[in-house]
């Protein structure tokens, strides 16, 4: 997959993801590639950058919590009200694009 398809569309991926449900780090990047069967996989790089983003523009809350495996606090996410609204605006986006490339081929 081009690398810049991805990137162009990082912050929607992680909204369409957390609107399944909250998660943490690593069960964000499992959940990505199970549900794209492989094709999108992220990296810490990339990952932690775009959820403090999202964050910082009232997309995404956050908390620390001890996770049910046990072990040490991790930061989970969950969309706000705001990151629901987004989300759709960017779906709405991202679909207008689709057509306008597919009316192309």
């Known amino acids: 997959m081009d690398l810049n398809l991805f990137k162009g569309?990082?912050?929607l991926i992680l909204l369409s993801?957390?609107?399944q449900g909250e998660g943490y780090g690593l069960e964000i990047t499992k959940r990505v590639n199970a549900l794209t069967e492989g094709h999108i996989t992220l990296n810490a790089g990339s990952l932690y950058p775009a959820l403090h983003?999202?964050?910082r523009a009232g997309?995404?809350?956050a908390a620390s919590v001890t996770p049910a495996r046990g072990g040490p606090l991790v930061k989970t996410y969950r969309l706000t009200d705001a990151g629901r609204a987004e989300?759709?605006?960017r779906?709405?986006?991202y679909a207008?694009?689709?057509r306008a490339l597919r009316s192309l081929w």
């Open 87 to 89: 989300l759709g605006r």
């Open 53 to 55: 983003r999202l964050e």
């Open 59 to 61: 997309f995404l809350s």
């Open 9 to 11: 569309n990082l912050d």
């Open 17 to 19: 993801v957390l609107e």
């Open 91 to 93: 779906r709405e986006g």
């Open 96 to 98: 207008a694009f689709d």
